[in-house]
């Protein structure tokens, strides 16, 4: 479990626990304490495996673009269990949700220490690019690496795009960005060109809320916009159909432009076209004209709640190259 910790003295509890248990090759020519004092101030996230604590990670903006991962650190008998991973993702979305454009990590340059270069292959694995080497950064001996990863990039915001099923914020999402993610959707791949996908923007609390009543069991209760994905069964050619493939690369296309404006979502399919047909009665209320199917909702705003991350496999279990070996 991933918590972001505000109270300031328990922030520095924290950092103080897991620093000082550190090896003495972990320690580089930096003054930990006063890395502990500054943790109090900054954005802070701490680990817990069932409710023991297991690592922690600060950030520090060095910049109004950029976010440092400033220090961080995990307990010996949580190593290799994926803490850190999951420490980068939390600190990651914040600093998405904040509006910063980088992130970026310094660590000890490559081929110094063999321990060192663990932490920069993990700094690597989860994306990020090696920027330059600033010699004497630290002192002579510990020439700095620095690693930095765009938070605008396409991949970014794939690797960091979430399910949110929580509340959101009443705060009404801007017409203008509406657009800009129905936009998105519509400007997906479509198989021959045959344009399956046409959506239907909700922003009107009354239509909103008649929408709502009729989703049984309800979700998205809060949300204060929704794009409504209807698709129409247009064959490419001879009896080849790729309307779900359209609509399927839509969806995708919108969720990420969600995410990328700073909002969250979640894809409701199964739940509206189950047997109940939720998703007629919706169509119903929008005036949506025959042969047209209503396949997804989306629903768009601000989120309250934590976006939590879902546990996946490895890629090493479901990624190969050159076959299947």
């Not at 990590?105 to 063999?114: A, D, I, L, P, S």
């Not at 690496?145 to 999402?173: C, D, H, W």
């Amino acid at each position: 479990m991933i918590r972001f910790i505000t109270d300031s003295s328990e922030r520095k509890d924290i950092s103080r626990k897991i620093l000082e248990s550190l090896p003495e090759w972990f320690e580089v020519p930096e003054n930990r304490e006063g890395l502990i004092q500054e943790s109090g101030e900054l954005p802070f996230f701490a680990a817990y495996v069932d409710e023991s604590l297991a690592g922690f990670l600060c950030l520090k903006e060095t910049s109004p673009d950029t976010v440092d991962i400033a220090v961080t650190g995990i307990l010996k008998e949580y190593h290799r269990m994926g803490i850190g991973r999951k420490l980068f993702e939390a600190s990651k979305e914040y600093a998405m949700a904040k509006g910063y454009s980088f992130i970026q990590v310094k660590t000890v340059r490559e081929g110094m220490y063999e321990s060192y270069d663990k932490t920069n292959a993990f700094y690597k694995g989860v994306g990020f690019k090696k920027l330059e080497v600033i010699e004497q950064i630290w002192d002579e001996a510990n020439p700095c690496q620095i690693y930095i990863m765009s938070l605008k990039s396409a991949v970014g915001t794939i690797s960091t795009r979430r399910s949110y099923r929580g509340n959101f914020s009443p705060e009404p999402v801007p017409e203008e960005d509406l657009v800009t993610i129905a936009r998105a959707g519509l400007d997906a791949p479509s198989g021959c060109n045959k344009q399956t996908t046409s959506l239907v923007i909700v922003n009107d609390p009354e239509t909103l809320t008649k929408i709502k009543d009729v989703i049984n069991p309800p979700v998205a209760k809060t949300a204060p916009a929704m794009v409504v994905v209807l698709s129409q069964k247009i064959n490419a050619y001879r009896d080849r159909c790729f309307a779900v493939q359209d609509y399927s690369a839509a969806i995708e296309n919108m969720l990420l432009a969600i995410v990328e404006l700073g909002y969250q979502s979640c894809w409701y399919e199964g739940h509206i076209t189950d047997e109940d047909r939720i998703c007629d009665k919706i169509a119903q209320i929008l005036n949506v004209p025959e042969g047209y199917d209503l396949v997804c909702i989306l629903p768009v705003g601000k989120a309250l709640d934590e976006v939590k991350a879902p546990v996946k496999k490895p890629y090493i279990e479901r990624l190969r190259f050159n076959g299947w070996k």
